[in-house]
């Protein structure tokens, strides 16, 4: 694998954030006979309190056992050892001789500061097991787990057998609710079968006195085998298992864990929550589930992946519905409607199991999101067009600076045309590894081309329109998701759309050529389609990187990242017309119907919609549109219609302006003319009420008056009763 280090060590300087030190020897066998420079490296980092930074992941376990070895070392707890692979991904490449700048953008990449740590989220489990399941199943899974958990089964069918010694609770019923999270599953199930396995004492005399064979070692009965001589409730008398009047029950058990043995499983979601575990009849899924159930006692933290801001949220107000593009995408279901609390407090947190978890009272209201089944994916982030629920693992701020340092160090040594591969840390690397080993020695396969930069997230679907436009602008060329197993139908189909305004948007504005692709692959068995994707061409990208930083803000990013690209466009236009998942966008108001009542303002979250307070106006700001539909819905007249859209009128400047949409002379009252209301809405109000008694004659003419004069009318008019008078 080639290195030009003096071209390296040039880029890296000039790169903010990255440094050559360290460059000035390179090796070749660092894992072997060279071990001892990394050891003497180790010691001299841990001296300095400085990161160690290696380039090589294959031997990672190794110089970690090295560095505890190493005597004067500090801990990798002291001080961290990052790795980074430039092999596979660069250097077993057809295009190796060209890698030097993509090796020098992954070297200042991995030279970042690791992002701030996040809050985490809390599981504990005592390793109480529920298996659910037939009989034969369930009593085998059952072998495997009880030494290291509490196991007991909840029988869901007759037939298979029982083990004749009772070594666990066994229950029998049809289950009719699951839910809950690790530490913290509700299970509620219907028992409706004769006998009660609690009292059953598996004598077997009712098998044996039982003529048409109803019973079995599941020690259940066949019902409609049953002839009701009743012989077996005869022979257990003494232990009372077996009563055919008994009502059907519904009974309830906390779990930990829960093993599902059915063929359909309890939850059908992507991603179903952690603890639960689904194996049928698949022998190979079964050991995986009870490898990994053996080891979930105790308790366990996960990241807190997202951070909400309810005042953003454009969900709903006033109990109307607008967006719920986060609730639709999430495929853990982590994420619900709360519009019916309306911002009021609540003492229990809603949406859990009963019991699992308590608190203070919190201000609700516009969605609630579920950590404990929130599985980090990012989806909602992407498809949130405010930016209420951003991801957190790690913050955009801090992708935003991993991918503006990639392209800056990339162009910094020369690079030209730079693409960006979004990929998963877990099956998306092993695929790009996999396809750079086999670049190796396969010469039909190209590899990793010098121009396509992997970057690993935790989940593809966790960055979106913003940082893909920020990447544009910064420099890029395209922007590519690669797809695996991982991603969720909703996801792929989420990700689709926002690539579909965002190519959108650079077509409009003059960049030829397909910016955004997903690229869908299984396995290994894709390397040869996944080979042939990554060598599509360029497209056109900006004349002059911009150098902003990503913001927290996801719309204030999306507004620079906008403003450098229209500065760059090659094509002047005034508008782009854009998909409907578009968070940009202008609203079509029918002034026909608009009574200028003013809903659609107190609805609107985003400060778009504005009133005038000197006279009857409806203005709007554009930029400020995340086209969330609560203004449409809240309409009375049905007077609003959403447009999907970048205005670019007056470069830019007019979608940042207030503009009118619907203006009217006020209505003056007829007593002493001073305005109020609308003419439209004061004529609507009286066809409203034109049928209602208590707005008849007198009482009807004092609706076309103000407040004062109403008042003034109703005590000076000798018809109105008084109180003086009864």
């Excluded at 199943?137 to 509490?150: F, G, N, V, W, Y």
């Excluded at 995408?329 to 407090?345: E, H, M, T």
């Excluded at 189909?493 to 965002?502: D, K, P, S, Y």
């Excluded at 549109?625 to 830019?652: N, S």
């Amino acid at each position: 694998m080639p290195l030009d280090v003096p071209a390296l060590s040039q880029a890296l300087t000039a790169t903010p954030g990255a440094s050559p030190e360290g460059l000035e020897t390179p090796h070749t066998l660092l894992c072997r006979r060279e071990a001892g420079a990394f050891q003497r490296a180790a010691k001299a980092t841990g001296e300095a309190g400085e990161p160690l930074l290696v380039a090589c992941t294959q031997e990672s376990r190794l110089f970690v056992e090295l560095n505890a070895q190493t005597e004067g070392a500090a801990s990798i707890e002291e001080r961290p050892i990052r790795f980074v692979n430039i092999r596979e991904t660069g250097g077993w490449s057809r295009d190796a001789r060209g890698a030097t700048p993509k090796i020098a953008a992954l070297l200042a990449a991995a030279q970042l500061p690791a992002p701030a740590p996040v809050p985490t989220v809390s599981y504990r489990s005592s390793g109480r097991c529920l298996i659910v399941g037939p009989a034969d199943a369930a009593e085998r899974a059952a072998e495997l787990l009880a030494d290291k958990l509490d196991v007991s089964l909840l029988i869901d069918r007759r037939g298979g057998a029982l083990t004749q010694q009772h070594r666990w609770a066994v229950h029998s019923g049809r289950l009719t609710r699951l839910a809950g999270w690790l530490g913290a599953f509700d299970v509620q199930w219907e028992r409706g079968n004769p006998i009660d396995l609690d009292l059953c004492t598996r004598c077997n005399a009712c098998l044996e006195v039982c003529p048409e064979g109803a019973i079995d070692f599941s020690y259940q009965i066949d019902l409609d085998a049953c002839k009701s001589h009743r012989e077996c409730v005869r022979v257990c008398a003494a232990a009372g298992a077996i009563d055919f009047e008994r009502a059907t029950e519904t009974l309830h058990q906390q779990a930990d864990l829960v093993l599902d043995l059915r063929e359909q499983p309890a939850f059908t979601m992507h991603q179903p929550p952690q603890g639960y575990f689904h194996a049928g009849s698949d022998e190979r899924a079964l050991m995986k589930a009870v490898l990994e159930l053996r080891e979930l006692v105790g308790e366990f933290e996960k990241p807190k992946f997202f951070a909400y801001q309810q005042r953003l949220c454009a969900h709903s107000r006033n109990e109307q519905i607008g967006c719920t593009a986060c609730i639709d995408v999430c495929s853990a279901q982590a994420i619900r409607s709360d519009a019916s609390l309306k911002g009021k407090p609540q003492g229990k947190q809603r949406g859990g199991p009963e019991g699992a978890t308590t608190g203070a009272a919190k201000p609700t209201g516009g969605i609630a999101v579920e950590s404990h089944l929130c599985v980090g994916c990012g989806a909602c982030s992407t498809v949130c067009p405010s930016g209420a629920i951003t991801f957190a693992y790690p913050s955009a701020a801090d992708q935003g600076l991993r991918l503006r340092t990639l392209l800056t160090a990339y162009a910094n040594a020369g690079g030209r045309d730079a693409a960006l591969l979004i990929h998963s840390e877990g099956a998306g690397t092993r695929l790009i590894d996999e396809l750079g080993r086999a670049a190796r020695v396969d010469k039909s396969l190209y590899g990793v081309p010098a121009r396509v930069m992997p970057v690993a997230v935790w989940h593809t679907a966790s960055i979106g329109l913003d940082l893909w436009l920020a990447a544009i602008a910064q420099g890029a060329s395209q922007v590519w998701v690669l797809l695996t197993h991982e991603e969720a139908p909703d996801y792929r189909a989420a990700l689709a759309e926002q690539m579909e305004v965002a190519d959108a948007l650079l077509n409009g504005l003059g960049f030829t050529g397909r910016h955004f692709a997903l690229i869908d692959t299984r396995d290994t068995r894709d390397l040869a389609a996944l080979d042939v994707a990554l060598r599509e061409p360029p497209a056109a990208g900006v004349a002059r990187a911009a150098t902003f930083a990503a913001q927290a803000d996801k719309r204030a990013t999306l507004e620079l990242a906008l403003d450098h690209l229209l500065a760059q466009a090659p094509t002047a236009t005034d508008e782009i017309a854009l998909p409907a998942a578009s968070p940009f966008g202008s609203l079509n108001v029918n002034t026909d119907t608009c009574t200028l009542c003013l809903a659609c303002v107190g609805a609107c979250p985003a400060g778009a919609l504005l009133d005038n307070p000197e006279r009857p106006q409806l203005r709007f700001i554009e930029k400020n549109c995340v086209q969330c539909g609560l203004c449409a819905h809240t309409c009375p007249e049905d007077a609003i219609a959403l447009q999907p859209r970048l205005w670019l009128a007056d470069g830019g400047k007019a979608r940042k302006a207030p503009r009118v949409l619907h203006e009217t002379e006020p209505f003056r009252c007829i007593r002493c003319g001073k305005p109020f209301g609308t003419l439209r809405g004061i004529e609507t109000m009286m066809a409203k009420l034109a049928g209602h008694a208590a707005f008849q004659g007198k009482a009807a003419e004092r609706l076309k008056m103000c407040g004062d004069c109403r008042v003034i009318d109703m005590h000076t008019s000798p018809d109105e009763l008084r109180i003086t008078d009864l």
